[in-house]
């Protein structure tokens, strides 16, 4: 038996998941990639639901392949997407699958509950967070209206994470970061909001006890350790929702900081002390979720590189790789055709290629045409609304915003990263790509007592990876396509 440690990172995504671990030596943290998997969409009877029974199989085949290699487990964490739940009943059964927060039953609920039950203005009052119809608390208003049997019968609701923890511990929690996310939760308070419970027919006892990052869920039960062949190893609640996980990864020295996780969507925040609510935040749609150490990350959501991949997948004469179709792409004029990334056109087109083109057309521009104009289009333009919510960002901030840092797979697409610091005009640094499950396993690192707090986190997880730099460049050019974004976003209104 190896007397290194070993963290046991769970970390699943809305289309895959993966079981990884990681040691820490000598100030240095190293990941290995245990197994990787599918995350499956059920879609049955007009209705969507993920496969909660398969996803805690995998888990456990990922343990069994750490006991069969003698690996020492410390601990193990579990972090997921946000908002979604499953049903408990009173025998601790769950009652079925989690509905899926694309199932369409959400659609025009939002509207209706603020008719019927709580108003948008009170809600953002109360929550912060940014308005998304799939949001949990919305979910649970179109289930109760729907008269959902599961509901009707439920003692307990665990989010997707805490469900898992519960499947191999046997001990019920409602993590703070994933609990952030759906919408009822005060982070003010930092609880549960009794009124907004009640308007779906809900009390606080339909939820666990609020568990703090960095605190022992409970150990694997009998069962799991007779499957597994490992012994009684605490499961810790991390960062249940990845994006906490991602932002407790950024190797910033200071406060003064702002990030961007950059992947098919794009997050980009600042970490604050105190949620920041208030007219400007509410007109803006930024959201407040909850983060380690009792901070809280105030966001916004901006689609990312949503819309190159989308038009990679239509492309037929493009090069299979994204470093010859880019390098294409920086060859054409830049700046001949702008667009907003967050326009509701670009939300799931049938064709992005046609979106994008129309979108010009519609402004007066000049209409991209191929891959790599349309590829340069769309740079330009993340780069662009970057720097609008920068922006927003340092307005809105209780310090100096003194570096960007971009993290996720998003940080290895260099000219973009040039870009986004030419915008911005700020520094920008660049990784690590593996943010949400080096957050995960600093976590776990953390209620072990292997490291001391946040900022001694992300020391280890600087002097672990060599950062990119990027110095902001062509200032006029930059401020004048700033300038050209604007009045191309007015005039599309």
Same mark, same amino acid.
């Given at each position: ?41 059920? /879609? ?13 199989? /995998? ?25 979604? *739940? ?135 039960? /009998? ?109 054409? =004029? ?14 799931? =087109? ?68 040039? *870009? ?11 990784? =690590? ?42 200032? /006029? ?17």
């Amino acid at each position: 038996m190896e007397d290194k440690k070993y963290f046991f990172a769970v970390d699943l995504g809305a289309t895959s998941g993966r079981t990884i671990i990681g040691t820490l030596n000598n100030d240095r943290i190293e990941l290995e990639e245990l197994t990787r998997f599918d995350n499956n969409l059920i /879609e049955t009877g007009g209705k969507f639901y993920w496969d909660i029974y398969a996803l805690y199989f /995998e888990i456990i085949k990922g343990l069994k392949l750490a006991a069969q290699r003698q690996l020492n487990i410390t601990s193990i964490g579990i972090d997921t997407w946000g908002v979604d *739940f499953v049903f408990v009943g009173e025998d601790g059964a769950f009652l079925r699958n989690p509905r899926a927060y694309r199932d369409p039953h959400t659609f025009g609920m939002m509207e209706d509950y603020f008719e019927n039950a709580v108003s948008k203005e009170e809600v953002y009052g109360i929550t912060g967070i940014q308005f998304m119809n799939f949001n949990s608390l919305f979910q649970l208003y179109a289930m109760k209206k729907n008269n959902d049997t599961a509901m009707k019968h439920a003692s307990k609701i665990l989010f997707v994470p805490d469900a898992l923890s519960y499947m191999l511990t046997g001990k019920m929690v409602c993590e703070y970061t994933i609990a952030s996310t759906s919408q009822i939760l005060d982070p003010k308070t930092k609880q549960l909001d009794e009124k907004l419970l009640a308007s779906v027919g809900l009390t606080r006892d339909n939820f666990g006890p609020i568990s703090n990052p960095a605190v022992e869920i409970g150990k694997l039960t /009998e069962e799991v350790q007779k499957m597994t062949g490992l012994g009684a190893i605490p499961v810790i609640a991390v960062a249940g929702h990845d994006t906490g996980a991602a932002v407790a990864a950024v190797p910033a020295k200071d406060e003064k900081f702002a990030y961007l996780s950059s992947g098919t969507w794009s997050l980009m925040g600042i970490e604050t002390k105190e949620a920041i609510i208030n007219d400007l935040s509410y007109e803006r749609n930024f959201t407040n979720e909850g983060g380690i150490e009792g901070t809280t990350r105030f966001l916004k959501n901006i689609c990312g590189m949503w819309l190159y991949e989308r038009c990679r997948k239509e492309w037929t004469d493009a090069p299979k790789s994204h470093t010859e179709l880019i390098a294409e792409a920086m060859k054409q =004029p830049a700046f001949q055709s702008i667009i907003n990334p967050d326009d509701a056109m670009f939300a799931n =087109p049938s064709s992005m290629i046609d979106a994008i083109q129309t979108y010009c057309r519609e402004t007066g521009q000049h209409v991209p045409e191929g891959y790599a104009e349309i590829c340069r289009c769309i740079f330009d333009s993340l780069a662009l609304r970057y720097r609008q919510v920068f922006g927003y960002l340092k307005e809105m901030a209780s310090f100096p915003i003194e570096v960007l840092h971009i993290i996720g797979g998003g940080s290895l697409n260099n000219d973009l990263n040039q *870009f986004t610091a030419n915008s911005t005009g700020a520094v920008v640094l660049a990784g =690590p790509q593996e943010g949400t499950a080096l957050g995960n396993i600093m976590l776990q690192a953390k209620a072990s007592g292997d490291v001391k707090d946040i900022w001694d986190m992300r020391r280890i997880i600087a002097n672990s990876l060599e950062l990119k730099r990027f110095e902001p460049k062509d200032k /006029e050019a930059w401020d004048a396509a700033y300038e050209q974004f604007l009045a191309i976003v007015e005039k599309k209104g």
